[in-house]
């Protein structure tokens, strides 16, 4: 929705950005500015920098930046709208909503309300005589009163409208029952509860919120868990459950377990950094969210085979994060003379915490589990067996990316096998060859302080963005340095221009570059402050960015004017350039034939 301007100028005026970004993480000022270690990924030296004169940060490890709208969008997970309300309550501002955002807004709280009142219900349920069979069932999985408050459990009874029956009777209309997922409709129109005669958990997002509910059965009946549906405040793959409480612990990780009640027992036994996804496989939207509270991850599945599978699955996705991860194992347990699976709760019940905590500790990295379950597939006492794990280990070291890793599991690979270290990694060069070595901000990379080490890459605009979103390729390099200066010292000091625009939009080469400058023109037009946080609505958080990347560039100060006027006449050159060729059938279509061509097309 679009924001009054002023209620903008003035949101973003009280949300000074070292204050907002100094209350996530902390900050060292260094030389006018600040730096810090980014939280939107793993690092050890600081890559993350302030500029409080710009009001804006930028991250040389992930690539992000932007003003203090896109940060709490980025760290908070919100959307732009979201993001603004999030910061105006920080603010203590009154959002002026437009009547169908306002609508949108009393919506979500009024499900929330409602979540909350029925997170009140199901616990008293809990503690009268229809909670009796819920409570013997904690009883029996060991689970102490204390911990069940400590979650909010409840109890939902062993009936078809008591839910229904009391929020309608609290004010609540069936219309918001049935937006909160709380109740369901059949075939003939009648609402029911959605949950009955279970256990109840409440679903508390990081802000304290009552998002939804998860529950089980009390016997062996099916479903054996039930969880809310996606609803307007609540969306499964972005919620991991016991997070609000994970976020707070003293420990170096955090564990990801599959079921809910593995969490609880976890976090009865002393392991408060557990928590488990919401009934889906790991989602890239979690993992982000995990980001933003650990360094190292911990994956803590059941030890079958789909709990394996689970496991292979989270690592390929984890690999391109910043996280470190690794990998705890459960041993199967012996029952009656035969060999079962055991989850988290099943271990901490049978061995006790002491020996969950060596597991922990001796918990090994994810890309060692990894390979030693590709050596598992394979009879490596064969030379068909040796052979084919060789082609198979050749492609999986190939795709770790870092040289060094790649380095030690090769030898590990060797070991395992058999086979020479030298034929292993003649095969992963010829897999790697041709490829680009990228610039690795990941554990064991380049740990130069990135503001002791601007790189030629990070300054030069040819090489930025290159494998990045087309849009933001720049196809006239000359033109699109000078069009990087002219939104810098727009964003430095705005009187510096005339009274009129210098350039249309059109006469930008890069088409973001030239919807920026029009958005921060208008702000100067109509006498607003000029900041980079007047993009955040109409640009992707790629795209600021990438704007966020050039701004936080040192400008000097000395001779401005004179830059300004070398910028517009760059920028003015090579508009009348492009011009000229478009009007020059020849001239089209060579530069159409050399675009082809460079873009990777068959050229005639």
């Avoid at 680009?436 to 990135?450: A, D, E, L």
Wanted: glycine letters at 8%.
């Amino acid at each position: 929705m679009a924001f009054p301007p002023r209620f903008m100028d003035e949101l973003v005026a009280r949300s000074d950005i070292v204050d907002v970004i100094g209350s996530y993480v902390a900050l060292k000022p260094r030389g006018g500015s600040y730096w810090a270690c980014c939280p939107f990924h793993n690092e050890k030296t600081p890559s993350f920098h302030v500029v409080p004169d710009k009001q804006l940060y930028y991250c040389f490890g992930c690539k992000k930046g932007g003003g203090v709208i896109s940060f709490i969008m980025e760290e908070e997970n919100l959307p732009y709208p979201d993001a603004v309300r999030f910061l105006a309550k920080r603010a203590g501002m009154e959002v002026p909503e437009e009547e169908g955002d306002r609508e949108a807004g009393k919506r979500r709280a009024r499900i929330l309300e409602l979540n909350r009142e029925a997170a009140r219900f199901y616990y008293q349920m809990l503690q009268s005589e229809d909670g009796r069979a819920v409570r013997d069932y904690l009883a029996r999985r060991r689970i102490r009163r204390a911990t069940a408050v400590k979650f909010g459990m409840g109890a939902s009874a062993d009936t078809w409208d008591s839910l229904l029956t009391e929020m309608i009777r609290r004010g609540y209309s069936k219309q918001d029952l049935l937006d909160a997922g709380l109740v369901v409709q059949n075939q003939e129109g009648r609402l029911r509860d959605k949950f009955r005669n279970r256990l109840m958990l409440p679903v508390i997002d990081t802000r304290g919120d009552v998002v939804a509910f998860g529950s089980r059965v009390l016997d062996k009946s099916e479903p054996k868990y039930m969880n809310s549906s996606d609803t307007p405040v609540y969306s499964k793959r972005r919620t991991l459950y016991g997070l609000n409480l994970a976020r707070k612990t003293k420990r170096p990780n955090i564990i990801l377990c599959e079921g809910n009640l593995d969490i609880v027992t976890l976090h009865q036994a002393g392991f408060d950094n557990a928590v488990a996804s919401m009934g889906t496989a790991l989602t890239p939207e979690q993992v982000r969210l995990l980001s933003r509270f650990t360094k190292e991850l911990v994956l803590c599945y059941d030890n079958d085979s789909a709990g394996k599978t689970a496991t292979e699955k989270a690592l390929d996705l984890l690999r391109p994060s910043e996280l470190s991860v690794r990998v705890l194992q459960l041993p199967r347990r012996m029952v009656d003379g035969e060999l079962v699976k055991q989850d988290a709760d099943d271990f901490i019940k049978y061995q006790g915490p002491a020996a969950f905590e060596r597991l922990l500790s001796g918990s090994e990295k994810g890309t060692e589990f990894q390979l030693d379950e590709l050596a598992a597939k394979y009879d490596l006492k064969s030379d068909e067996g040796r052979a084919a794990y060789g082609s198979a280990v050749s492609r999986f070291i190939a795709s770790l990316g870092d040289s060094t890793e790649q380095e030690v599991y090769l030898h590990r690979a060797a070991e395992l096998s058999g086979i020479p270290a030298e034929a292993i990694a003649l095969d992963v060069r010829r897999l790697t060859q041709g490829r680009q070595p990228g610039k690795s901000h990941r554990k064991g990379g380049n740990n130069t302080p990135p503001e002791k080490d601007m790189s030629f890459q990070e300054l030069n605009p040819t090489r930025q963005f290159r494998s990045g979103n087309r849009e933001l390729r720049y196809d006239n390099i000359r033109s699109a340095q000078a069009e990087e200066g002219l939104i810098r010292i727009l964003l430095m000091d705005d009187t510096l221009f005339p009274s009129s625009p210098p350039l249309s939009e059109d006469q930008f080469s890069s088409p973001l570059l030239g919807k920026a400058f029009q958005i921060l023109w208008k702000c100067r037009e109509e006498g607003r402050p000029v900041s980079l946080s007047a993009l955040d609505e109409a640009c992707s958080p790629e795209e600021v960015s990438h704007i966020a990347a050039f701004c936080q560039k040192p400008q000097s100060s000395r001779n401005l004017e004179r830059a300004l006027e070398d910028y517009i006449r760059v920028v003015q050159e090579e508009s009348g350039k492009r011009e000229a060729q478009a009007g020059d059938p020849l001239l089209a279509a060579v530069k159409k034939y050399q675009k082809f061509g460079r873009d990777g097309g068959r050229t005639p």
